[in-house]
């Protein structure tokens, strides 16, 4: 299985763990998945009002520089642990 095919379907698997995954775990998993999907942030910080859009867009920016492989990578192994951790 390609890297890509491997993420796509981790990316399908981790949205029906049986139990919500933590909000910081989620952060972590939106942040991946922005980097390996569309690269580095292209987007201006939300206003400080929107706290959820905020806090996205800083998990997003922290894997500023991270290659898309490398984040594909990162987000399976995260994923991975997250249906180990809550089941499917």
Request: charged letters at 35%; proline letters at 2%; hydrophobic letters at 35%.
């Amino acid at each position: 299985m390609t890297l890509q095919k491997e993420f796509e379907q981790y990316a399908d698997d981790v949205k029906k763990v049986k139990t919500r995954p933590t909000d910081q775990e989620l952060l972590d998993l939106y942040g991946l998945y922005k980097q390996a999907v569309v690269g580095d942030i292209n987007i201006d910080k939300p206003g400080i009002t929107d706290l959820k859009g905020k806090a996205k867009w800083d998990a997003w920016n922290s894997r500023k520089g991270m290659s898309k492989d490398d984040a594909m990578t990162a987000y399976i192994a995260l994923a991975k642990e997250i249906i180990n951790k809550y089941g499917m």
